[in-house]
Protein backbone atom coordinates (compact mmCIF):
# COMPACT_ATOMS: atom_id res chain seq x y z
CA UNK A 1 0.00 0.00 0.00
CA UNK A 2 0.98 3.31 -0.94
CA UNK A 3 0.81 6.21 1.67
CA UNK A 4 2.29 9.70 1.14
CA UNK A 5 3.94 10.92 4.65
CA UNK A 6 3.55 14.53 3.47
CA UNK A 7 0.23 15.61 4.13
CA UNK A 8 -1.39 17.95 6.19
CA UNK A 9 -2.16 15.99 9.36
CA UNK A 10 -5.97 17.36 9.41
CA UNK A 11 -6.68 15.92 5.92
CA UNK A 12 -6.91 12.51 8.41
CA UNK A 13 -9.47 14.26 10.01
CA UNK A 14 -13.40 14.09 8.87
CA UNK A 15 -13.89 16.38 6.05
CA UNK A 16 -17.11 17.84 7.30
CA UNK A 17 -15.49 19.03 10.61
CA UNK A 18 -12.67 20.64 8.50
CA UNK A 19 -15.52 23.03 7.70
CA UNK A 20 -17.68 23.26 10.56
CA UNK A 21 -18.07 27.32 11.60
CA UNK A 22 -17.34 27.46 15.12
CA UNK A 23 -19.89 28.73 17.95
CA UNK A 24 -19.01 32.25 19.28
CA UNK A 25 -19.20 32.65 22.93
CA UNK A 26 -20.95 35.57 24.61
CA UNK A 27 -18.08 37.91 25.94
CA UNK A 28 -17.20 37.78 29.81
CA UNK A 29 -15.72 40.91 31.68
CA UNK A 30 -15.26 40.16 35.30
CA UNK A 31 -16.18 44.09 36.38
CA UNK A 32 -18.32 44.28 33.77
CA UNK A 33 -22.59 43.67 34.75
CA UNK A 34 -23.63 40.82 32.61
CA UNK A 35 -26.84 41.22 30.60
CA UNK A 36 -25.25 39.27 27.27
CA UNK A 37 -25.97 35.39 28.12
CA UNK A 38 -29.81 34.87 30.05
CA UNK A 39 -27.78 33.87 33.40
CA UNK A 40 -29.49 34.65 36.49
CA UNK A 41 -27.95 37.81 38.45
CA UNK A 42 -28.28 35.71 41.76
CA UNK A 43 -26.01 33.51 42.94
CA UNK A 44 -27.57 29.85 44.35
CA UNK A 45 -28.12 29.07 47.73
CA UNK A 46 -24.67 26.89 49.15
CA UNK A 47 -22.64 28.40 45.57
CA UNK A 48 -19.01 28.96 47.57
CA UNK A 49 -17.14 29.12 44.16
CA UNK A 50 -15.05 32.03 43.32
CA UNK A 51 -16.53 32.60 39.47
CA UNK A 52 -20.28 32.19 40.76
CA UNK A 53 -22.23 29.20 39.26
CA UNK A 54 -24.78 31.58 38.02
CA UNK A 55 -22.56 33.06 35.13
CA UNK A 56 -21.49 30.09 32.74
CA UNK A 57 -18.22 28.73 33.42
CA UNK A 58 -15.20 30.25 30.73
CA UNK A 59 -16.05 28.68 27.11
CA UNK A 60 -12.73 26.66 27.64
CA UNK A 61 -10.79 26.68 30.85
CA UNK A 62 -7.86 28.97 30.23
CA UNK A 63 -6.55 29.23 33.44
CA UNK A 64 -6.77 25.61 33.96
CA UNK A 65 -5.12 25.02 30.53
CA UNK A 66 -2.35 27.05 31.62
CA UNK A 67 -1.69 25.42 34.65
CA UNK A 68 -1.83 21.95 32.99
CA UNK A 69 0.48 23.12 30.60
CA UNK A 70 2.78 23.74 33.24
CA UNK A 71 2.33 20.21 34.89
CA UNK A 72 3.32 18.16 31.53
CA UNK A 73 5.80 20.93 30.53
CA UNK A 74 4.31 21.75 27.27
CA UNK A 75 2.92 24.76 25.67
CA UNK A 76 -0.25 26.00 26.71
CA UNK A 77 -1.49 25.74 22.90
CA UNK A 78 -0.74 21.85 22.59
CA UNK A 79 -3.57 21.42 25.59
CA UNK A 80 -7.30 20.53 25.23
CA UNK A 81 -8.86 20.31 28.36
CA UNK A 82 -11.56 17.87 28.76
CA UNK A 83 -13.86 15.78 30.93
CA UNK A 84 -11.47 13.40 31.81
CA UNK A 85 -9.16 12.00 29.74
CA UNK A 86 -12.72 9.56 28.67
CA UNK A 87 -13.93 12.75 26.43
CA UNK A 88 -10.27 13.07 24.72
CA UNK A 89 -10.53 9.23 23.94
CA UNK A 90 -14.41 10.73 22.01
CA UNK A 91 -13.42 13.78 20.68
CA UNK A 92 -10.68 11.95 18.86
CA UNK A 93 -13.19 9.33 17.58
CA UNK A 94 -15.78 11.96 16.29
CA UNK A 95 -13.05 14.15 14.96
CA UNK A 96 -11.16 11.71 12.78
CA UNK A 97 -13.10 8.55 12.71
CA UNK A 98 -16.66 8.42 10.40
CA UNK A 99 -19.39 5.84 11.01
CA UNK A 100 -19.23 2.75 9.12
CA UNK A 101 -16.20 3.84 6.78
CA UNK A 102 -13.47 3.83 9.62
CA UNK A 103 -11.70 1.95 12.22
CA UNK A 104 -9.44 2.14 15.56
CA UNK A 105 -7.13 -0.25 16.08
CA UNK A 106 -6.60 -1.44 20.02
CA UNK A 107 -4.23 -3.82 21.97
CA UNK A 108 -6.52 -5.81 23.88
CA UNK A 109 -6.75 -6.60 26.86
CA UNK A 110 -6.90 -2.51 27.53
CA UNK A 111 -9.32 0.21 28.71
CA UNK A 112 -12.64 -0.65 27.32
CA UNK A 113 -13.59 2.65 26.61
CA UNK A 114 -11.91 2.55 23.70
CA UNK A 115 -13.90 0.01 22.09
CA UNK A 116 -16.97 1.67 23.73
CA UNK A 117 -16.65 5.26 22.11
CA UNK A 118 -16.04 3.74 18.66
CA UNK A 119 -19.21 1.25 19.45
CA UNK A 120 -21.21 4.47 19.79
CA UNK A 121 -19.63 6.41 16.61
CA UNK A 122 -20.59 3.56 14.92
CA UNK A 123 -16.50 2.67 14.11
CA UNK A 124 -14.98 -0.54 14.11
CA UNK A 125 -12.23 -1.26 16.63
CA UNK A 126 -9.93 -3.88 15.13
CA UNK A 127 -8.18 -5.54 18.00
CA UNK A 128 -4.20 -6.76 17.56
CA UNK A 129 -4.11 -9.04 21.11
CA UNK A 130 -1.38 -8.13 23.36
CA UNK A 131 1.09 -10.91 23.08
CA UNK A 132 0.90 -14.16 25.82
CA UNK A 133 3.86 -15.67 27.13
CA UNK A 134 4.24 -17.73 30.36
CA UNK A 135 6.56 -15.51 31.94
CA UNK A 136 4.63 -12.91 33.66
CA UNK A 137 7.26 -10.15 32.88
CA UNK A 138 7.47 -11.34 28.92
CA UNK A 139 3.61 -11.44 29.15
CA UNK A 140 0.70 -9.20 26.92
CA UNK A 141 3.56 -7.64 25.03
CA UNK A 142 2.39 -5.16 22.08
CA UNK A 143 2.51 -7.08 19.12
CA UNK A 144 4.17 -4.64 16.97
CA UNK A 145 4.85 -6.37 13.67
CA UNK A 146 1.19 -7.39 13.50
CA UNK A 147 -0.36 -3.97 14.81
CA UNK A 148 1.91 -2.15 12.13
CA UNK A 149 1.10 -4.57 9.73
CA UNK A 150 -2.54 -3.81 10.11
CA UNK A 151 -2.23 -0.34 8.88
CA UNK A 152 -4.55 0.41 6.10
CA UNK A 153 -6.65 3.61 4.44
CA UNK A 154 -9.12 3.31 7.02
CA UNK A 155 -7.52 3.29 10.19
CA UNK A 156 -7.29 6.98 11.88
CA UNK A 157 -6.44 5.80 15.03
CA UNK A 158 -4.34 3.50 17.46
CA UNK A 159 -4.88 3.67 20.90
CA UNK A 160 -1.49 2.45 22.94
CA UNK A 161 -2.15 2.29 26.58
CA UNK A 162 1.30 2.83 28.68
CA UNK A 163 1.02 1.52 31.15
CA UNK A 164 -1.46 -0.37 30.38
CA UNK A 165 -4.79 -1.28 32.14
CA UNK A 166 -5.21 -4.13 33.21
CA UNK A 167 -2.51 -5.47 32.42
CA UNK A 168 -0.16 -3.05 34.47
CA UNK A 169 2.41 -3.49 31.70
CA UNK A 170 4.35 -0.10 29.91
CA UNK A 171 5.05 -0.68 26.36
CA UNK A 172 9.31 0.28 25.28
CA UNK A 173 9.55 3.11 23.83
CA UNK A 174 11.43 1.92 20.59
CA UNK A 175 8.15 -0.47 20.35
CA UNK A 176 5.92 2.89 20.46
CA UNK A 177 8.16 4.82 18.32
CA UNK A 178 8.08 1.51 15.51
CA UNK A 179 4.11 2.01 15.45
CA UNK A 180 4.53 6.17 15.16
CA UNK A 181 7.04 5.65 12.46
CA UNK A 182 4.82 3.20 10.08
CA UNK A 183 1.56 5.35 10.98
CA UNK A 184 3.03 8.49 9.96
CA UNK A 185 1.12 10.34 7.59
CA UNK A 186 -1.59 7.82 8.08
CA UNK A 187 -3.55 7.49 11.31
CA UNK A 188 -2.86 9.31 14.11
CA UNK A 189 -1.63 7.24 17.75
CA UNK A 190 -3.02 7.73 20.49
CA UNK A 191 -0.25 7.22 24.08
CA UNK A 192 -2.59 6.80 26.61
CA UNK A 193 -0.45 7.59 29.52
CA UNK A 194 -3.23 7.64 32.45
CA UNK A 195 -0.66 5.85 34.92
CA UNK A 196 2.34 7.05 34.20
CA UNK A 197 2.94 8.81 37.31
CA UNK A 198 3.28 5.41 38.82
CA UNK A 199 6.10 3.92 36.69
CA UNK A 200 9.57 4.94 36.56
CA UNK A 201 9.50 5.47 32.80
CA UNK A 202 9.06 9.30 31.35
CA UNK A 203 6.49 10.03 29.44
CA UNK A 204 6.64 9.58 25.11
CA UNK A 205 5.21 12.99 24.67
CA UNK A 206 8.75 13.77 22.87
CA UNK A 207 7.95 11.83 20.30
CA UNK A 208 5.38 14.33 19.20
CA UNK A 209 9.08 16.62 18.51
CA UNK A 210 9.32 14.11 15.74
CA UNK A 211 5.98 13.20 14.85
CA UNK A 212 3.74 15.56 14.16
CA UNK A 213 0.41 12.67 14.80
CA UNK A 214 1.50 11.76 18.07
CA UNK A 215 -1.32 12.55 20.97
CA UNK A 216 -0.76 11.92 24.24
CA UNK A 217 -3.60 11.83 26.96
CA UNK A 218 -3.25 12.34 30.79
CA UNK A 219 -5.84 12.77 33.90
CA UNK A 220 -6.09 14.08 37.18
CA UNK A 221 -8.06 11.40 37.87
CA UNK A 222 -5.10 8.90 39.55
CA UNK A 223 -2.07 10.39 40.68
CA UNK A 224 -3.93 13.81 41.90
CA UNK A 225 -6.84 11.85 43.48
CA UNK A 226 -9.43 13.69 41.68
CA UNK A 227 -11.40 11.28 39.47
CA UNK A 228 -14.90 13.17 40.74
CA UNK A 229 -13.78 16.08 39.15
CA UNK A 230 -13.61 14.84 36.06
CA UNK A 231 -10.53 16.16 34.68
CA UNK A 232 -8.21 15.43 31.53
CA UNK A 233 -5.20 16.38 28.94
CA UNK A 234 -5.23 15.83 25.58
CA UNK A 235 -1.28 16.99 24.38
CA UNK A 236 -1.04 17.31 20.84
CA UNK A 237 0.76 19.69 18.02
CA UNK A 238 -1.48 23.23 17.95
CA UNK A 239 -2.80 22.49 14.21
CA UNK A 240 -4.58 19.08 16.38
CA UNK A 241 -5.60 21.12 19.05
CA UNK A 242 -7.35 23.44 17.59
CA UNK A 243 -9.50 21.45 15.17
CA UNK A 244 -10.52 19.09 18.29
CA UNK A 245 -11.48 22.42 19.90
CA UNK A 246 -13.84 22.89 17.35
CA UNK A 247 -15.58 19.54 17.99
CA UNK A 248 -15.73 19.99 21.38
CA UNK A 249 -18.85 22.32 22.54
CA UNK A 250 -17.83 25.40 24.27
CA UNK A 251 -18.91 25.72 28.21
CA UNK A 252 -18.73 21.89 29.01
CA UNK A 253 -16.21 22.13 31.78
CA UNK A 254 -17.82 23.02 35.14
CA UNK A 255 -16.78 25.85 37.33
CA UNK A 256 -16.31 23.59 40.43
CA UNK A 257 -14.13 21.26 38.34
CA UNK A 258 -11.80 24.14 37.39
CA UNK A 259 -11.32 25.81 40.71
CA UNK A 260 -10.95 22.40 42.35
CA UNK A 261 -8.52 21.19 39.19
CA UNK A 262 -6.56 24.58 39.65
CA UNK A 263 -5.96 23.46 44.01
CA UNK A 264 -4.85 20.17 43.22
CA UNK A 265 -2.32 21.58 40.78
CA UNK A 266 -1.12 24.20 43.72
CA UNK A 267 2.54 23.41 44.83
CA UNK A 268 1.70 22.11 48.04
CA UNK A 269 -1.29 19.85 47.17
CA UNK A 270 1.67 18.30 44.44
CA UNK A 271 4.40 17.59 46.80
CA UNK A 272 1.01 15.57 48.78
CA UNK A 273 0.27 13.90 45.68
CA UNK A 274 3.74 12.73 45.04
CA UNK A 275 4.14 11.76 48.40
CA UNK A 276 1.26 9.64 48.41
CA UNK A 277 2.36 8.39 44.81
CA UNK A 278 5.41 6.58 47.02
CA UNK A 279 3.20 5.49 49.62
CA UNK A 280 1.34 3.31 47.09
CA UNK A 281 4.14 2.40 45.23
CA UNK A 282 5.47 1.20 48.42
CA UNK A 283 2.56 -0.46 49.34
CA UNK A 284 2.25 -1.89 45.38
CA UNK A 285 5.16 -4.03 46.53
CA UNK A 286 4.54 -5.09 49.62
CA UNK A 287 0.99 -5.89 48.79
CA UNK A 288 2.53 -8.04 45.82
CA UNK A 289 5.12 -9.69 47.63
CA UNK A 290 2.41 -10.45 49.98
CA UNK A 291 0.11 -12.17 47.51
CA UNK A 292 2.34 -14.17 46.39
CA UNK A 293 2.24 -16.58 49.71
CA UNK A 294 -1.51 -16.99 49.21
CA UNK A 295 -2.11 -20.57 47.49
CA UNK A 296 -5.49 -19.40 45.89
CA UNK A 297 -3.28 -16.35 43.79
CA UNK A 298 -1.23 -18.58 40.73
CA UNK A 299 0.13 -15.63 39.23
CA UNK A 300 1.01 -11.75 40.10
CA UNK A 301 2.03 -9.37 36.70
CA UNK A 302 4.72 -6.83 37.61
CA UNK A 303 2.71 -3.29 37.72
CA UNK A 304 3.89 0.03 36.68
CA UNK A 305 0.36 1.35 37.87
CA UNK A 306 -1.63 2.03 40.75
CA UNK A 307 -3.41 -1.91 40.75
CA UNK A 308 -1.74 -5.19 40.48
CA UNK A 309 -3.41 -7.99 38.21
CA UNK A 310 -3.49 -11.40 39.46
CA UNK A 311 -4.46 -14.32 38.35
CA UNK A 312 -6.51 -16.65 40.82
CA UNK A 313 -7.84 -20.25 41.00
CA UNK A 314 -11.49 -19.31 41.11
CA UNK A 315 -11.97 -15.86 40.49
CA UNK A 316 -15.83 -15.86 41.65
CA UNK A 317 -14.58 -17.52 45.08
CA UNK A 318 -11.39 -14.80 45.49
CA UNK A 319 -14.05 -11.99 44.44
CA UNK A 320 -16.53 -12.70 47.07
CA UNK A 321 -13.54 -13.56 49.85
CA UNK A 322 -13.19 -9.46 49.40
CA UNK A 323 -16.73 -8.63 49.56
CA UNK A 324 -17.49 -10.47 52.58
CA UNK A 325 -15.15 -8.13 54.59
CA UNK A 326 -16.78 -5.02 52.28
CA UNK A 327 -13.82 -5.11 49.73
CA UNK A 328 -14.79 -4.84 45.91
CA UNK A 329 -12.05 -5.88 43.38
CA UNK A 330 -12.31 -5.95 39.55
CA UNK A 331 -13.36 -8.99 37.80
CA UNK A 332 -12.87 -9.58 33.82
CA UNK A 333 -15.75 -12.54 33.36
CA UNK A 334 -16.12 -11.36 29.72
CA UNK A 335 -12.79 -11.27 28.83
CA UNK A 336 -11.74 -14.88 27.96
CA UNK A 337 -8.26 -13.73 27.98
CA UNK A 338 -8.58 -12.68 31.91
CA UNK A 339 -10.75 -15.26 33.16
CA UNK A 340 -9.57 -16.02 36.36
CA UNK A 341 -8.35 -12.55 36.43
CA UNK A 342 -8.55 -10.14 39.01
CA UNK A 343 -7.95 -6.66 39.29
CA UNK A 344 -6.85 -5.10 42.52
CA UNK A 345 -6.47 -1.49 43.01
CA UNK A 346 -3.43 0.03 45.38
CA UNK A 347 -5.21 0.61 48.83
CA UNK A 348 -3.81 2.86 52.06
CA UNK A 349 -1.89 0.44 54.32
CA UNK A 350 -4.69 -0.51 56.32
CA UNK A 351 -7.05 -1.37 53.23
CA UNK A 352 -4.21 -3.57 52.21
CA UNK A 353 -3.78 -5.12 55.05
CA UNK A 354 -7.82 -5.61 55.66
CA UNK A 355 -7.52 -7.55 52.08
CA UNK A 356 -4.54 -9.59 52.79
CA UNK A 357 -6.77 -10.40 55.72
CA UNK A 358 -9.58 -11.27 54.23
CA UNK A 359 -8.06 -13.49 51.66
CA UNK A 360 -6.51 -15.19 54.61
CA UNK A 361 -9.40 -16.72 55.59
CA UNK A 362 -9.81 -18.48 51.90
CA UNK A 363 -10.47 -21.87 51.55
CA UNK A 364 -10.76 -21.86 55.53
CA UNK A 365 -14.33 -21.13 57.14
CA UNK A 366 -12.53 -18.88 59.46
CA UNK A 367 -14.69 -15.29 59.89
CA UNK A 368 -13.07 -12.28 59.39
CA UNK A 369 -12.72 -9.04 61.81
CA UNK A 370 -15.18 -7.38 59.95
CA UNK A 371 -17.84 -9.96 59.89
CA UNK A 372 -16.70 -10.33 63.77
CA UNK A 373 -17.48 -7.10 64.41
CA UNK A 374 -20.72 -6.73 62.00
CA UNK A 375 -22.34 -9.99 64.53
CA UNK A 376 -21.14 -8.42 67.21
CA UNK A 377 -23.08 -4.99 66.45
CA UNK A 378 -26.21 -6.79 65.57
C1 LIG B 1 -6.08 3.67 30.61
C2 LIG B 1 -7.10 4.65 30.98
N1 LIG B 1 -7.28 5.72 30.22
C3 LIG B 1 -8.20 6.64 30.51
C4 LIG B 1 -9.01 6.50 31.61
C5 LIG B 1 -10.07 7.52 31.83
O1 LIG B 1 -9.79 8.30 32.89
P1 LIG B 1 -10.58 9.65 33.14
O2 LIG B 1 -11.69 9.76 32.16
O3 LIG B 1 -11.05 9.54 34.53
O4 LIG B 1 -9.55 10.72 32.96
C6 LIG B 1 -8.87 5.38 32.44
C7 LIG B 1 -9.74 5.21 33.61
O5 LIG B 1 -9.68 4.31 34.38
C8 LIG B 1 -7.90 4.44 32.12
O6 LIG B 1 -7.73 3.33 32.83
Known amino acids: MNFSTDNDILDLARPELRTLVPYTPGAYEPTCIRMNANESPYRALGD ?155 SLQSLQERYEHVVCLRTLSKFVSLAGVRCGALIAIPKLIEFLGSVLPPYTFPTPSIELALKALSTDSLKISMERNTLLRTERARLAAELKSIPAVTKIWPSDANFLLIEVQNRKEFSEAARRSGILVRTFGEQKSLEQCVRITIGRPEDNDFLLEALSMLGHNKISVRERKSLDDQ
Open 48 to 202: TTSRGLNIYPPPRPWELRDQLAEQYSVPAEQILVTRGSSEAIDVLIRGFCSARKEEIIICPPTFDMYRLYAGIQDVDATEIPLIRNADPRLDFALDTKTLINALNKRTKLVFICSPNNPTGRSTAASEIEAVCKAANGRALVILDEAYLEFSDKK
